[in-house]
């Protein structure tokens, strides 16, 4: 589940971690990161859960996201930047993973990966 929201988070900067313009700091179980072009997220786990909020000093705009693991499902959910609430729960059973949720735009979807041997 870090991996699914690393990604979230790659995917909301990818330019500015590719190039190395962020910096974090860790203080217990919070991560703290600030971004040249002016986003800055913090990121903590507490327990199977992890939050992260995230705020662009330049735009205003602020986003946020929380994941919870149970056993084998994660559960996240979040409200992208212009207020807009999305989900997505993955299920690992076996060499399979399925995940469903809904995006920001109110579109449900849904996968279903097989590991190969």
Do not use: H, V
């Amino acid at each position: 589940m870090k991996l699914l929201i690393l990604s979230s988070i790659a995917l909301l900067l990818p330019s500015f971690a590719a190039n190395g313009s962020c910096s974090s700091n860790q203080i217990g179980s919070t991560t703290f990161t600030n971004c040249t072009d002016g986003s800055s997220y913090t990121t903590q786990e507490i327990g199977g859960s992890k939050f992260t909020n995230g705020y662009n000093y330049n735009t205003g705009s602020s986003w946020n996201s929380s994941t919870t693991n149970i056993g084998d499902t994660s559960f996240t959910s979040g409200r992208d930047s212009d207020g807009n609430s999305w989900n997505t729960t993955t299920q690992n059973i076996g060499g399979t993973t399925f995940s469903n949720g809904r995006d920001s735009n109110g579109n449900t979807w849904s996968t279903t990966r097989m590991r190969r041997p």
